[in-house]
C-alpha cells in the first residue's frame, strides 16, 4: 500500500522498478457526483500488474472530492454504494495532491493501461485536471467492456462478466474502486486463458478498443457543443416572427423528425430561415401542418403523421422552397 503512506517510495518504485519493464495498470474511478457532466472524483483504485497479470502493487487512492455527494450514494437504494463514509473521504487530501503520482502511474515506462468501461474513467481523471486547473495526463487505456460487447456481441456489468469467466468476487467489494479495478484484471486474464493469446496480443489486436484523453476531450466538447446548439434551436419553438423578412411560409407550422433534430447544425438553420420566412416550428404540431424529414419515412410513420394531418417534406426541398427567388 505504497501511495498514502510513502508517496516518495511510490515514485522510487515506479520510477526504477517498471522503467524498462512491460507492466500493465488497470484502474477505476468512483465519484461523489456526476452533476452538469463532470465527474468528482472521490477514489481512483489501481492494481500494477506483470506481463503474466501477477499483481505486484494495487491501492485505493481515498481523496477528497470538495464537493456534495449525490444523495443516492448513501440512501441504500440504489446499486452504486460509495466503500466508505462521507467523513472518510472528507479527512483525505484532494486530488491535487495525488496529481504527480497519478501522471506517473499513467505515464511512466512500457505501460499498457486498462478499465471497464474506462472512457468514463478517463473522463474523470480529465475532470478533475480542469477542476484543479492542471495539465491534462496524456494516456490511453483499453477498454475491456468495448472489447468483451463485440466480441460476444452482448452488454453486461462488470460483475456479470466475472461469474462468466469463473471470476470469484466474493472477497471483492462493488464500488470499492481498487477491487473492480483487480476485478477488470482477472476478468482479462481469464478471457487471455480462454483464447490462448497472451494480454498484450489481445490489446494489440484490438487498438480500436483503446480510449485516450484526447478522445474524451473531443466527445466531451461534441456533447457541449450539441446542447449548447439544442437549447438555441428549442429557444425559436413556438416563435412567431412580428416582421417576417419573408413570407413564403406565413402562418405555416412545422415539427421535426428525430433525426433531423440530431443534426443540430443544419436544424437551427432551417428554423432560422422557416422563422424568417414567417413559419412556426412547434415540438409536436396539433392539427395541420408539415413534419420535415432528414430522409423519406417509411410507410408506417406516413400513414401515422397522414391520419394527424400532417405533410410531409424533405429538409432539402424545404431549404429549395425558401431560396427560390
Known sequence: ???????????????????????????????????????????????????ELNILESEDVVMNPECDFDWYLFSGKGE???AYSKDYFRIKPNFEAFYKDIKKLFTTGNRFIGGFAVGNDVGFVN????????PYIQFRAFDLERYLE?????????????????VNVAKYQSHKSVDDAIIT?????????????????????????????EQILEQAA????????TEKIKRLFNKKNPK?????????????????MREVDLAFELIKQIYENGGIVNEHVMGHGTAVFLETPNEHVVEKLKKRGLKIILAE???????QK
Open 1 to 51: 500500500m505504497i501511495f498514502f503512506g510513502a508517496i516518495d517510495n511510490f515514485s522510487f518504485f515506479i520510477e526504477n522498478e517498471f522503467m524498462n519493464h512491460k507492466t500493465f495498470v488497470f484502474f477505476d474511478c468512483e465519484c461523489a457526483n456526476t452533476f452538469e457532466g463532470i465527474g468528482k472524483i472521490c477514489s481512483l483504485g489501481y492494481v500494477i500488474a506483470d506481463d
Open 80 to 82: 452504486c454504494q460509495l
Open 127 to 134: 475532470n478533475a485536471c480542469e477542476r484543479y486547473n492542471l
Open 150 to 166: 463485440r466480441k460476444y456481441d452482448k452488454k453486461q456489468k462488470l460483475v456479470q462478466w466475472a461469474g462468466e469467466f469463473g
Open 185 to 213: 484484471m482477472l476478468c482479462l486474464k481469464a478471457e487471455a486463458a480462454k483464447c490462448g493469446k497472451t494480454v498484450e496480443e489481445i490489446m494489440t489486436e484490438h487498438k480500436d478498443c483503446f480510449v485516450s484523453n
Open 222 to 229: 461534441e456533447r457541449a457543443y450539441r446542447k449548447e446548439m
Open 244 to 260: 417576417p423578412k419573408f413570407k413564403k411560409l406565413l402562418g405555416e407550422r412545422f415539427e421535426f423528425d428525430g433525426k433531423l
Open 317 to 323: 426541398e424545404l431549404f429549395s422552397q425558401m431560396n
